[in-house]
């Protein structure tokens, strides 16, 4: 099978692309490396299924001039999965504008691309849509879009909850990078409203897993993914604390004037049902991996 990824060099993009790889298919990687690490798919470069091209999937042209040629040769494309988008908050709040149409403007040409090669087309989304997040409203509005373009015609939606593991940057906003790379030197955690928000977590790899079942099967429209068990901040910061011995400590907030609406823990039936997918790797064992990383790259 051959296989588009757009973000195929991000941290879930990349696991993905290793996943495909690793099972024979042949894999188109696109990224404009906005966000995502060119050193996450290093190990890849160079193999005969592997392809890397450097675009912007908001930019290109539908109909086949210029770089597009590139996606739409004479060889037979089974599917696209599209990951493009900045997700961490710092990326949103740099990239509101490039945020919004990658998941707009890029999901429609995506769309143009998968009907021309008569290929499926998986659209990676977020629970967040259910709910308010003001600090990644542009994230949230291109989501919303995004599922509405796939709904109206027929294509794949992924809506994923927090998903974390190795291949995260060291500089990403999300919580556990920030608890992670805190702990491991040993400074100040802050939780916002006494860290009593629930959210829930899961493993790249179950994800990764998740797409390409979801990919495979005929379903359309929207299947979750995530960790259905859900964990306090406060938790997981004393999670990680724990794993890594650290001596950071942990101040509490309870006055900040905005309060996202954003945790939701993901509905996992249809998954669960239809695909036989779920979690396997427990919130614990899954830290300590991607503690594992950090300290390795940190060095």
Known sequence: MRYLITGGVGFIGSHLCSL???????????????????????????????????????TISSNGDNQCNCLIDDKKLDGIFHLASPTAPGDVCKLPEATVAVNDIGTTRLMDFAKRKGAKLLFASSVKVHGDCPRVQPYIIGKREGEKLCLE?????????????????VDDSRVIPVFITKSLKNEPISVWNGGRQLDSFCYVDDIVKGLAKFMDSEHNGVIEFGSPIPTSIMGLADIILDINKSKSEVTTTDNVLVVDECHKVPDISLARNYLRWQPEIGLITGITKTIEYYKEIMQ
Request: one cysteine or more; aromatic letters at 8%; a positive charge.
């Open 20 to 58: 495909l790889i690793s099972r024979g298919d042949e894999v188109v990687c696109v990224d404009n490396r906005s966000t995502g690490r060119i050193e996450n798919v290093d190990h890849l470069m160079g193999h005969p299924r592997f392809v890397f091209l450097n675009l912007n999937v908001a």
């Open 153 to 169: 015609n027929g294509f794949k939606i992924a809506r994923l909850g927090s998903v974390y593991g190795p291949r995260m940057r």
